[in-house]
């Protein structure tokens, strides 16, 4: 066991960071909780969670006989994070506000708050792991494969890594909900947050329209034909299916040679002509990339892997994919796949891998595709 240390945890009032907490304190550590409060506009609807999560991460705390601050950082989550998302939003893109919002609030302005409270190390509930080696601190997957969470950590440093501790990462999530429940935590069966990062569920394209500018234009097919109008190209992403609003065109899809059963996809978007392009089925050539460029790379050593081989993820919850890595000494890098990769899309992140080692990534600048 490591010596004892001050440890400032980041409780979220999920069941993850309780067990992290819990297992810490265990461990001997002293142990000092911060909720982190990141959103406050419409902080009184029906989908803002964050007072139910910190009733939850009170109670937690009064269980598990720890300290609990509550901490606003809601102007640097406003500054750093969601003006940004903002942003890539209106240029045509599909950011990833949870690699931005780790990268800017959960490991950099909480981590320079726990260091002021003396903390020597802080941890969290991600399903991660951090191994030292002789070449310095590497990112590791989570042993729960279904639950891993690195690829929303490829942006940490040396300096990050180095005080951060994962301790669910070692574990299945079964066996935390089982510890949670072991030890009597009030939310031991509280479900998984999804939706935005602190910012909770909610109707997406109606909150992205209070701050988006939206102007509507054609939906076109990969022959040319106007199918209908989109709200606005800032409210579509490739690859999506659900909520284009093209209903009734069986006979156009039945025309094609295609069956008029098959869905239809966003393919593409030309801002320069405000376009929205859709196919039909889901292995159409338009959905389909070998290769990738992507920008603003992040090395988790400090410097980008020598070119080769490795493996690959442009979006959450995809299988690796093997690749070769070409470039990466000037923040920009390819990657050529050995298997076309399915709707790639600008402003989403792709996040390297060798083995289970994660090394870093960037920024999905564009695409080929066939």
Same mark, same amino acid.
């Given at each position: 066991?490591?010596?004892?240390? $001050?440890?400032?945890?980041?409780?979220?009032?999920?069941?993850?960071?309780?067990?992290?907490?819990?297992?810490?304190?265990?461990?001997?550590?002293?142990?000092?909780?911060?909720?982190?409060?990141?959103?406050?506009? =419409?902080?009184?609807?029906?989908?803002?969670?964050?007072?139910?999560?910190? #009733?939850?991460?009170?109670?937690?705390?009064?269980?598990?006989?720890?300290?609990?601050?509550?901490?606003?950082?809601?102007?640097? *989550?406003?500054?750093?994070?969601?003006?940004?998302?903002?942003?890539? *939003?209106?240029?045509?893109?599909?950011?990833?506000?949870?690699?931005?919002?780790?990268?800017?609030?959960?490991?950099?302005?909480?981590?320079?708050?726990?260091?002021?409270?003396?903390? !020597?190390?802080?941890?969290?509930?991600?399903?991660?792991?951090?191994?030292? %080696?002789?070449?310095?601190?590497?990112?590791?997957?989570?042993?729960?494969?279904?639950?891993?969470?690195?690829?929303?950590?490829?942006?940490?440093?040396?300096?990050?890594?180095?005080?951060?501790?994962?301790?669910?990462? !070692?574990?299945?999530?079964?066996?935390?909900?089982?510890?949670?429940?072991?030890?009597?935590?009030?939310?031991?069966?509280?479900? =998984?947050?999804?939706?935005?990062?602190?910012?909770? !569920?909610?109707?997406?394209?109606?909150?992205?329209?209070?701050?988006?500018?939206?102007?509507?234009?054609?939906?076109?097919?990969?022959?040319?034909?106007?199918?209908?109008?989109?709200? %606005?190209?800032?409210? *579509?992403?490739?690859?999506?299916?659900?909520?284009? %609003?093209?209903?009734? #065109?069986? !006979?156009?899809?039945?025309?094609?040679? +295609?069956?008029?059963?098959?869905?239809?996809?966003?393919?593409?978007?030309?801002?320069?002509?405000?376009? #929205? *392009?859709?196919?039909?089925?889901?292995?159409?050539?338009?959905?389909?990339?070998?290769?990738?460029?992507?920008?603003?790379?992040?090395?988790?050593?400090?410097?980008?892997?020598?070119?080769?081989?490795?493996?690959?993820?442009?979006?959450?919850?995809?299988? =690796?994919?093997?690749? $070769?890595?070409? +470039?990466?000494?000037? +923040?920009?890098?390819? #990657?050529?796949?050995?298997?076309?990769?399915?709707?790639?899309?600008?402003?989403?992140?792709?996040?390297?891998?060798?083995?289970?080692?994660?090394? +870093?990534?960037?920024?999905?600048? %564009?695409?080929?595709?066939?």
């Amino acid at each position: 066991m490591d010596k004892r240390q $001050r440890v400032v945890v980041g409780l979220s009032g999920g069941v993850d960071s309780a067990v992290t907490a819990h297992l810490l304190k265990q461990q001997g550590h002293e142990v000092v909780a911060i909720f982190m409060k990141n959103w406050e506009d =419409d902080d009184d609807s029906e989908y803002c969670s964050s007072r139910q999560d910190f #009733l939850d991460a009170a109670a937690v705390a009064d269980v598990l006989g720890v300290e609990l601050e509550h901490v606003n950082f809601a102007a640097d *989550y406003k500054d750093r994070v969601f003006a940004e998302f903002l942003r890539e *939003y209106q240029a045509g893109r599909t950011p990833n506000p949870d690699v931005l919002c780790n990268a800017e609030i959960k490991f950099k302005a909480f981590l320079d708050h726990a260091l002021r409270l003396g903390a !020597e190390k802080i941890a969290t509930g991600h399903y991660a792991r951090v191994r030292q %080696g002789a070449a310095g601190y590497e990112l590791l997957k989570g042993l729960d494969p279904l639950k891993d969470q690195s690829y929303f950590l490829h942006r940490l440093t040396q300096e990050q890594l180095a005080r951060t501790w994962f301790p669910v990462g !070692e574990l299945a999530k079964t066996e935390v909900r089982r510890i949670a429940a072991e030890i009597g935590l009030p939310n031991a069966r509280k479900k =998984d947050s999804t939706g935005i990062c602190f910012i909770g !569920e909610r109707p997406f394209r109606e909150f992205l329209n209070r701050y988006l500018a939206n102007t509507p234009g054609p939906i076109r097919d990969d022959r040319g034909r106007t199918i209908g109008e989109h709200v %606005g190209l800032s409210f *579509y992403t490739l690859g999506q299916r659900k909520g284009i %609003g093209i209903g009734g #065109l069986k !006979e156009r899809g039945a025309a094609r040679g +295609g069956s008029e059963h098959e869905p239809w996809f966003v393919a593409r978007k030309d801002m320069a002509s405000n376009t #929205l *392009y859709v196919v039909q089925g889901h292995d159409h050539p338009w959905l389909l990339s070998p290769t990738l460029r992507a920008d603003d790379a992040s090395w988790i050593a400090g410097h980008a892997p020598a070119a080769g081989g490795f493996a690959a993820k442009t979006r959450y919850r995809q299988s =690796d994919a093997a690749c $070769r890595l070409a +470039g990466g000494a000037n +923040g920009s890098f390819a #990657l050529d796949f050995a298997a076309p990769q399915w709707a790639v899309t600008p402003g989403q992140s792709a996040v390297l891998y060798d083995g289970e080692v994660c090394l +870093g990534g960037g920024v999905i600048a %564009g695409a080929e595709t066939a």
